[in-house]
Nanobody
Framework: QVQLVESGGGLVQAGGSLRVSCAAS????????TGWFRQAPGKEREFVAT????????LYADAVKGRFTISRDNAKNTVYLQMNSLKPEDTAVYYC???????????????WGQGTQVTVSS
């Protein structure tokens, strides 16, 4: 099993920045890709970004490309999502997820955190 715990969400004004973190524990050696997804009220969960185990490969959704940066610190088993130039449409619950593969598809991720709320006010 892999346990994931997100932190760092909150309320920020449009144009501001926020960093969310995802701390992993357990059988982390089985994880290849660690991703961030988000879900706004009444909408489906959507892919935001993912990073490979080494950190050498990343993928971003078009909606966040150039504004968000995913990174990791393997010594701390932690993945970060730095969010800049935030927009009200970025408001959602942000979830960290881990997979043994490399994917943008939520169902490919077998381990999920509890989520952290990010609210961007206009």
């Amino acid at each position: 099993q892999v346990q994931l715990v997100e932190s760092g969400g909150g309320l920020v004004q449009a144009g501001g920045s926020l960093r969310v973190s995802c701390a992993a524990s357990g059988r982390t050696f089985i994880v290849y890709g660690t991703g961030w997804f988000r879900q706004a009220p009444g909408k489906e969960r959507e892919f935001v970004a993912t990073i490979s185990r080494s950190g050498s490969s990343t993928l971003y959704a078009d909606a966040v490309k150039g504004r968000f940066t995913i990174s990791r610190d393997n010594a701390k088993n932690t993945v970060y999502l730095q969010m800049n130039s935030l927009k009200p449409e970025d408001t959602a619950v942000y979830y960290c997820a881990a997979a043994s593969s490399w994917s943008r598809v939520p169902k490919e991720y077998g381990y999920w955190g509890q989520g952290t709320q990010v609210t961007v006010s206009s």
